[in-house]
Nanobody, 125 residues
């Protein structure tokens, strides 16, 4: 069983930055494709970014491209989401997710087997 714990959320003004972390335990982290999703109040959860298990390939939602960067440190069993130039519409609960070992990342939630509990990001205008 894989456990994922997000951290790094908080309140920030528009234009500011935050770095989210997601620490994994209980599995072979280096084999899992990883994704970040978010859910704004009253909206469905949506894809934000994903990274291959090697870290060599990444993919972003159009809404965050050029502002957010996903990365991973397999030695630390951690995936990161660096968020710059934050906007009020980036507000929401951010979740990390782990896909099947050796598999491909995806924008689809049903590809991911394990989820963290989420961390709140609030961007004020």
């Amino acid at each position: 069983q894989v456990q994922l714990v997000e951290s790094g959320g908080g309140l920030v003004q528009a234009g500011g930055s935050l770095r989210l972390s997601c620490a994994a335990s209980g599995g072979t982290f280096s084999s899992y494709p990883m994704g970040w999703f978010r859910q704004a109040p009253g909206k469905e959860r949506e894809f934000v970014a994903a990274i291959s298990w090697t870290g060599s390939s990444t993919y972003y939602a159009d809404s965050v491209k050029g502002r957010f960067t996903i990365s991973r440190d397999n030695a630390k069993n951690t995936v990161y989401l660096q968020m710059n130039s934050l906007k009020p519409e980036d507000t929401g609960v951010y979740y990390c997710a782990a896909g099947r070992g050796g598999g491909y990342y995806s924008i689809r939630e049903n590809v991911y087997d394990y989820w963290g509990q989420g961390t709140q990001v609030t961007v004020s205008s």
